[in-house]
Structure formats: structure tokens, C-alpha cells
């Protein structure tokens, strides 16, 4: 039997003096997929090409993080768009990444959306048909017609299957260091204790996430692919040691996204 096996994946290229302090380039030694900010939330040439190289070094897989072109508000405010406009603003965004990959002889794995664009995706057909539109635009004009993106959306989200119905190939994701709601929602960050800090809680959850015993989170499906710390929780770096190690513990082997 072969081992089963999950992704590990953090938001990263955020912030330039995190990067110039060593902190997320020693989390890419950890996770096994990296989302990096491409301008919109966070990020510039700099913060991405520092990223991408260390990716690169580690064997990480390369994620596009798009997000609300909103610096001041961290892309944490949804903004009214239409669908037009998202595709514009998000394609603009994987392609400014997707040039830096390719300067450095990478590509690009996965885009998943940060923030206030994430949890406005996972609910709206529109937004969410408007990012897998922006994904494909540019994927397919860097790899041909056949490319096929691969998205990032919580697990149980109504996003996943219309990004299915567009073509595009899913990675279901949940989240080490949140905190559920009853209903399957994460709780919003305004809420007390909405971010797991602690490592034992933080690995404890990503392996009962791991193994499908949560069904409040997966949705009764059981089906996990990738499993996100946030790179800005506080103590990342070891929350991420202690759910890579607990995971591995399980049995479980740490390998980007890997779809039929």
C-alpha cells in the first residue's frame, strides 16, 4: 500500500522585512507548496523574486496569491467588482508572478486567492468563475491550450464545483491554525481565539484534518488535499514544524498537490 500523502502549504512573500529577517524563507524549509503575494494585497518584484528562488532551493511548489489590489487594507476588505474587472486585476497579478517563475526557470503550480477575495470566491459564482477566467488566461498563454490551473478552495465551498465545470483541476484545502465554526465556516478573524497560536492545537487538528474526522470542515466528504498555516499567525515557524512532524507521525508523507 503507498503511503498516503498531503500538501503543506503557507502564504508567504508578504512582507519584505519577514523575508530580510529569514522568517518565511525558514518556512519554506517546512511547508510543501508556497502562496506568494503578487502585488495586489502584498508584494513587489523584490518580495516575490527573494520567494521564488527560495522555493525553487527547497523544491516547493509555486502558488500564485492573488488578491484585492488593496495595500492599505491588506486585501482583507471586499471591494465591489465586476467579474471583468476581477479578471483583469487577478490575471495581471498570476502574470507579474508568472514572469518572475519563468526568469528564474519555474512555473507556477496553483493560484489560490488571499483574504477578502478568498471567502468572496468561495460563495459567489461569479468571482469564482471570474478568478479560474483570469487563471487560464495566463497559464494557458505561458503552457499552451491544454493547461489546466490548479485552484485552492476550502473544502465543502460551492467554488469548487463551478471551478470544476470551467475546467480547472481543484485542491481542497482546510487550515491548521483557524478555528471552525459549527456550520463549517471559519471563524472570522474579529473573534477571539480565530487563530489557533498553539502547536500541539494546530498539529492535532491538521491530523484529525488529514485523516477525515472532521466532517464539520470537509463537509462530510473526507477528501483533503492541502492543509494551510498562515506564514503571518503568530508563531508560525513552529506551529509549522509541529504539524509537518505530527503529520509524518500519522504516516502521512508532505508533497505539493499532485492531481490526476
Not at 29 to 43: D, K, T, Y
Not at 155 to 173: D, H, I, Q
Not at 187 to 201: F, K, M, N, Q, Y
Amino acid at each position: 500500500m503507498s503511503t498516503p500523502s498531503i500538501d503543506l502549504n503557507c502564504d508567504l512573500g508578504e512582507d519584505a522585512a519577514s523575508i530580510r529577517a529569514g522568517h518565511d524563507l525558514a518556512l519554506l524549509g517546512v511547508v510543501s507548496s508556497a502562496n506568494i503575494a503578487c502585488g495586489g494585497h502584498a508584494g513587489d518584484e523584490w518580495t516575490m523574486t527573494q520567494t521564488v528562488r527560495c522555493a525553487i532551493e527547497h523544491g516547493v511548489a509555486i502558488g500564485a496569491h492573488p488578491g484585492y489590489a488593496d495595500l492599505a487594507n491588506f486585501g482583507r476588505v471586499s471591494i465591489s467588482m465586476s467579474a471583468d474587472e476581477i479578471v483583469a486585476m487577478v490575471a495581471e497579478q498570476i502574470d507579474r508572478l508568472a514572469c518572475i517563475a519563468s526568469a528564474l526557470g519555474a512555473c507556477i503550480a496553483h493560484i489560490k486567492p488571499h483574504g477578502a477575495l478568498y471567502h468572496d470566491a468561495m460563495h459567489s459564482a461569479t468571482i469564482a468563475g471570474a478568478i479560474a477566467r483570469a487563471s487560464m488566461v495566463v497559464l494557458r498563454a505561458k503552457r499552451g491550450q491544454s493547461a489546466s490551473p490548479i485552484l485552492v478552495g476550502q473544502a465543502a465551498a460551492p467554488a469548487l464545483e463551478v471551478w470544476r465545470s470551467l475546467g480547472a483541476t481543484v485542491a481542497v484545502e482546510a487550515f491548521a491554525d483557524r478555528c471552525y465554526l459549527p456550520d463549517g465556516r471559519l471563524a472570522p478573524r474579529t473573534l477571539a481565539g480565530a487563530l489557533i497560536s498553539d502547536v500541539e492545537a494546530a498539529a492535532d487538528q491538521a491530523v484529525k484534518i488529514a485523516r477525515g474526522e472532521l466532517a464539520q470542515i470537509t463537509g462530510g466528504s473526507g477528501r483533503i488535499d492541502t492543509i494551510c498555516i498562515h506564514g503571518d499567525t503568530p508563531g508560525a515557524m513552529g506551529i509549522a514544524v509541529g504539524v509537518r512532524a505530527a503529520l509524518e507521525q500519522s504516516g502521512f508523507a508532505i508533497r505539493p498537490v499532485r492531481i490526476a
